[in-house]
């Protein structure tokens, strides 16, 4: 059965610094997809970065990049110069091929921004 | 454009009681899904819709919870009655294709007492 594992409930950043934040996935499809989602105290979900199965180079959008380690089977979300507003709740999530395409998502990690 | 509008965006309702939560997509967007999260657990799919047909409900969790998308425009998620496990913040989501461009509404935060 496809997974996503989240190891880190909760992380704290200094405010500049770069964090790490792990996912790693389970899957038997050749064939997937990833995603990062971030929930600010808000409640909406605000999607970050993909990385496709086939893609050959790590994703990047801004701030955010996924390193990607297909054989470890991790899509751990990277983001540089911290920022206050970058505390929130970090989804790991993976999309299951077929007619629905819907995401697995792992439990989340809170990351909080120190100043 | 507009994006996924849900409400209410909290709810308390008592045990044994009836709640409607609705869901308005981005205009255009046939897929519509919903998602449930727990407290504390990941966040889980519930059903799709395709325009108005159902085309996946295999996260339903039980026959107390009813789906609907008459029109397949907006779509409506009505459990009844409600139980003190069903309390957690439901989302909804949109795409254009069911490929990868998922937008999330804000959720409904539904509390159960």
């Known amino acids: 059965a496809q997974k996503i594992t989240q190891t880190q409930p909760g992380m704290f950043v200094q405010e500049k610094e770069a964090v790490t934040l792990d996912c790693t996935y389970d899957t038997s499809d050749p064939s997937y997809g990833l995603f990062w989602y971030k929930q600010p105290s808000s409640g909406e979900m605000i999607f970050l970065i993909y990385q496709g199965s086939y893609d050959q180079q790590n994703a990047t959008e801004g701030r955010y990049s996924l390193n990607f380690q297909k054989a470890r089977k991790s899509a751990n979300l990277v983001i540089s110069a911290s920022q206050l507003g970058d505390s929130a709740m970090y989804f790991c999530a993976m999309i299951q091929g077929g007619a629905t395409n819907k995401l697995i998502f792992g439990t989340g990690t809170l990351l909080a921004v120190q100043p | 454009e507009a994006g996924v509008t849900q409400f209410p965006s909290h709810s308390v309702i008592e045990k044994g009681q009836t709640v409607t939560l609705r869901c308005d997509p981005i205009s255009g967007h046939d897929n519509l899904y919903w998602y449930r999260r727990v407290m504390g657990k990941e966040i889980k799919f519930l059903l799709h819709f395709v325009k108005e047909s159902k085309q996946d409900e295999s996260g339903m969790p039980n026959n107390r919870f009813l789906a609907e998308r008459t029109g397949g425009t907006y779509s409506t998620l009505k459990v009844q009655p409600a139980e003190l496990e069903d309390s957690g913040v439901y989302f909804c989501?949109?795409?254009?294709?069911?490929?990868?461009?998922?937008?999330f509404g804000s959720g409904t935060r539904l509390t159960v007492v």
């Open positions: 989501a949109s795409s254009w294709a069911a490929t990868y461009g998922y937008t």
